[in-house]
């Protein structure tokens, strides 16, 4: 077990063996995502008191879990990356802040589109838009703070320093900005206060939740691989590599 | 690699003499060489006062010179004002110190860089959090905030400052070394601002109208203790990243 973790915290040991399990990934995810939405879009049964845009939370649920998924994940990769100095787990940290970012996007988007039918406005102070909107800004910070350091290993070292923060505050986020939306709003409609969803419609629900994260991880492979390979283009075996492609 | 550096500077230091008495003299010659600089640099320390109420001053402008009006938004203007007024100081929270070396010193000490900055942050807080608290009051009877909430406003703020010092440093900490840190600086730490916010406006607004207000006290203080159990970690792991980059 330890020795297999070992190997993969080497790039070229992480290179090789991602390069087997990613088709699977890809495959579950365009399988599941397929499935579940043409599922949830044309079979489930519209829903008694929003009709047919609840259909949207088969994109906007799936969306909201990973932003928060990516974020406690960038969190733990930047640990470990502090803490044994494995290079392949700051990549991995370094790939999945946009990807998460642009799930916390599609998420807010999808629940403005949803709020138009809904609550008759394209954004409401709603208490999981507004915690939504401020993991946005956390995932900009990070991605940006990347981005300002010319040196790779600082740039690394900061990011995940503000990730490790970031999540500390998520959860203190969360339930202030809850706090703060009963004070001052009555309890308005929300997606979980509805009675427990049929079976019918929580089905697909899942098949795209798994899809998104089976997607999640293909993209973080592959994006990581394409991260070895750029960081670590000056090493033998990915000179050897690409001579062996030619 | 930062251990090895200092691994013999810290063996030198326990072989000197007691470690636990030399952080104190540490820590109050931190103290003391702060103030020292920030005193000397009145005109510096008075710029986030100013801004305050230059911020305080634009609303009335801007919105409506109503009183009833500008009564209702108070806590939380006043709020939002000192709490730019609190960010605008933390760039140079440490920037003349990395600029002449005394970052790199401070490193080199034997005696722990969690606790020295902790020192340097009190300081900052010192002079600007504890002022920026004492002032509120007067600029809420410009902004005729209900007599009765003046109290705990300038409490709410002097508890609020003191864990907006302490998140603002990670962030100082983390952009000292970047030539334009300033902007990057607020997207990193306004996000981390806002449990305090909602908690310190909650207070003045639960004042204002006459409801209990110690359990707001109560979680900024839970918020302060959090943050000061935290932050001095993540404060010098960040200097260590930004000296070394």
Known sequence: ?246 | MQVSDTAPVASAGVALGEPGGNLMVAITATLKRDLTLMLRRRGEMLNPLVFFALVITLFPIGISPDPELLALIAPGLLWVAALLAALLSLDSLFRSDYDDGSLEQLMLAPQPLAALSLAKVAVHWLLTGLPLALMAPVLGIMLALPAGSYLILALSLALGTASLSLIGAIGAALTVGLAKGGVLLSLLVLPLYIPVLIFGTGAVQAAVFGDGVTAHLAILGALLAGALIFAPWAIAASLRISING
């Open chain 1, 1 to 246: 077990m330890w020795a297999f973790i070992h190997k993969l915290g080497s790039p070229k040991w992480f290179y090789r063996i991602s390069a087997k399990l990613q088709p699977w990934f890809w495959v579950a995810a365009a399988g599941l995502i397929v499935t579940g939405s043409l599922w949830g879009l044309a079979f489930a049964p519209a829903d008694y008191q929003q009709g047919n845009s609840f259909r949207i939370l088969y994109v906007h649920v799936p969306a909201a879990f990973l932003a928060q998924s990516i974020f406690v994940s960038m969190a733990i990769a930047g640990l470990v990356y502090m803490v044994w100095k494995i290079k392949v787990a700051d990549m991995a940290a370094a790939v999945m802040a946009p990807l998460g970012a642009a799930m916390t996007f599609i998420s807010l988007f999808s629940g403005a589109v949803w709020g138009v039918p809904t609550w008759g406005t394209w954004w409401m102070w709603d208490a999981r838009l507004t915690s939504m909107l401020i993991l946005l800004f956390l995932y900009l910070g990070v991605i940006a703070l990347r981005g300002a350091f010319t040196s790779r290993d600082s740039a690394s070292r900061a990011a995940s320093v503000l990730a490790m923060v970031g999540v500390i505050n998520i959860p203190i986020i969360k339930y202030s900005v809850d706090w703060w939306y009963t004070l001052h709003q009555p309890a308005t409609f929300t997606i979980t206060s509805r009675p427990a969803m049929p079976t019918e419609m929580w089905l697909p629900l899942l098949l795209m939740v798994l899809g998104f994260y089976s997607f999640f991880i293909a993209l973080t492979l592959m994006r990581t691989r394409s991260e070895i390979l750029r960081r670590e283009s000056n090493k033998r075996w990915v000179r050897e590599l690409v001579e062996e492609g030619q």
